[in-house]
Each structure stands twice: as structure tokens, then as C-alpha cells.
């Protein structure tokens, strides 16, 4: 099997409450047959949270690398910067930098470095996403993608959902990446689809990939409800909101979306099987 390593800039991260883990991916070729393997992730270790009361605290639902975050950070090996999700009440995006993982085999969380507050805590969502004050977690990502076209910086893309949504409401949204001045634009709808498929996780898709069969389309972004409220399986949509506007109107219904896989809901389709295969 063919593959390639990838940078540690694109290296994947999984963020829990007090602690940043840090590892590799070697991504096999691509084919239906080259499925990414538990021995296909190397673990590199382990960084803190930065100390701010309960910001991080039951946080982590969203996280993106920013390549140019921390420019004067690069000179461990590990350039960038990470805009992350805090406590799952309030929703808060703030930007930290990545120190050097750390692997501490007695377990013990004063042998890791811990990131530092480049970007404090910053609302992004409250008055631009309908907010249902229900005490139930809330669902919101983050993404990043450099400048797209018409665009003259890159963008911070946001999704927000509830627990229950079942009337349609605008679910993404993009922001600039100076939390000072976020501007944020949006909301919108995604087509016609249904909130419970569309607007829990939100990642980029690379380029090579988009290009040969979702040109223009370079966001992922989909849900899983549980219930079979979304469809009885994962829900994958692609799609760029800079391709209808500018950003495009508040509240606008994108339409170039393309559903990647979307699976029939198991009350209303026999055996709950996909509507849409994967591309």
C-alpha cells in the first residue's frame, strides 16, 4: 500500500477538557480498498489547556488548525495555532498556541507544556444563530480554510445546532479570524436538507480531492442524530458558501450543495438505507 506521511502542521488533534492530543495520520492512497487503519495513527503526546476558570471546561466539540496562527511560534516544529470551542453552555471561540507534545509515561499532567492564550474566549454565535436557552448541550464546529475566491483573507466557518431542531433554521455562518473584529456573516440554510443532517461537524476538504469531484466545494459539514431523526446513518454534505455571494445574504438558502452521503430516516424508509452513496 502506497501513502504518504502528512506534515505535522496537518497533524490531527483531539481536544478534551484539560488536555490537547497530538497525532499523525499516515493516509493511504486513495481507492475504496485503503481505509485508514487503527496502525495508520501514530501518537505524538499530549499539551494542556490554558488555565481560564471553566472556559475549557465540557469544551472541545470544535477545533481548527490555522497554519499562520503563532508566527513566532514555529520555531519548536510546531508552527500554527488553534482555534478551539470552550465550555458547551456558552460556546466561546478562542485561539492557543501548540507547544511541543509531550509523551509522560507515569501519567502525570505536570510533565506536559501547556498552550498559551493567543486569542481570548470570543462570542461568535449569539445573535446571529437562532438560541434555544434549554440547558441541553449545544452542537457548533469550526473550520478554517485560506482565502477563497472573491475573498481577501481567509475565513473562520462556523455551524451551530441544537438538540432539537425540528423546523429548518440558517446553521453556518463565516467569521474573519481577528476575534476582535470577527464580522461575522451569515446565517444560512443549507438547501433543503434538514438541520439533524447538516450542522454538528464542519472540516475542510483537500484540494485534490474537491477539485476532482467537488470543484469549487472545498467545506464538509454534516451530523448524526441519534433517532434516525437525520437519517439512519452519518450525514456528509460539501459545499462553499463564497460561491453564492460575498458574502452571501443573511439568511439565504445556499443551493450548491452536494450531499456525499445522506442515508434515508428508518421510519420513513424501509431498512433505513442511503438515499445518496458515497461519492
Known amino acids: 500500500m502506497s501513502a504518504y506521511q502528512i506534515p505535522v502542521n496537518d497533524a490531527f488533534f483531539i481536544l478534551c477538557t484539560c488536555i490537547a492530543v497530538l497525532l499523525t495520520i499516515t493516509v493511504p492512497a486513495s481507492g475504496q480498498d485503503n481505509l485508514l487503519q487503527p496502525g495508520d495513527f501514530t501518537y505524538l503526546g499530549a499539551f494542556r489547556l490554558p488555565s481560564t476558570g471553566d472556559g475549557w471546561a465540557y469544551g472541545g466539540r470544535g477545533l481548527a488548525y490555522y497554519p499562520v496562527g503563532d508566527p513566532g511560534g514555529s520555531s519548536d516544529g510546531y508552527p500554527g495555532s488553534l482555534f478551539g470551542i470552550g465550555n458547551d ?136 442524530r441519534e433517532g434516525s431523526l437525520g437519517g439512519s446513518g452519518p450525514a456528509l454534505f460539501a459545499f462553499g458558501p463564497w460561491n453564492e455571494g460575498n458574502p452571501p445574504a443573511k439568511n439565504a438558502r445556499l443551493t450548491r450543495v452536494t450531499p456525499l452521503l445522506l442515508y434515508g430516516k428508518g421510519y420513513e424508509q424501509e431498512g433505513g438505507g442511503p438515499s445518496h452513496d458515497r461519492v
Not at 108 to 133: C, H, I, K, M, W
Not at 168 to 192: I, N
Open 89 to 224: 453552555q456558552r460556546n466561546l471561540v478562542s485561539e492557543i498556541s501548540i507547544p511541543v507534545p509531550k509523551v509522560s509515561f507515569g501519567k502525570r499532567l505536570e510533565d506536559l507544556n501547556t498552550a498559551g492564550t493567543l486569542q481570548p474566549f470570543t462570542d461568535l454565535f449569539s445573535g446571529v444563530f437562532a438560541y434555544t436557552d434549554d440547558g441541553l448541550p449545544k452542537l457548533a464546529d469550526v473550520a478554517y480554510l485560506p482565502r477563497q475566491d472573491g475573498q481577501y483573507e481567509g475565513r473562520l466557518y462556523l455551524t451551530w445546532g441544537e438538540h432539537f431542531q425540528y423546523e429548518q433554521v440558517p446553521s453556518h455562518a463565516w467569521s474573519r479570524t481577528d476575534l476582535s473584529d470577527p464580522q461575522v456573516k451569515g446565517p444560512w440554510y443549507l438547501a433543503e436538507y434538514d438541520n439533524f443532517a447538516t450542522n454538528d461537524y464542519l472540516f475542510a476538504i483537500p484540494e485534490s480531492w474537491a477539485a476532482r469531484n467537488t470543484p469549487g466545494q472545498n467545506l464538509a459539514t454534516g451530523r448524526f
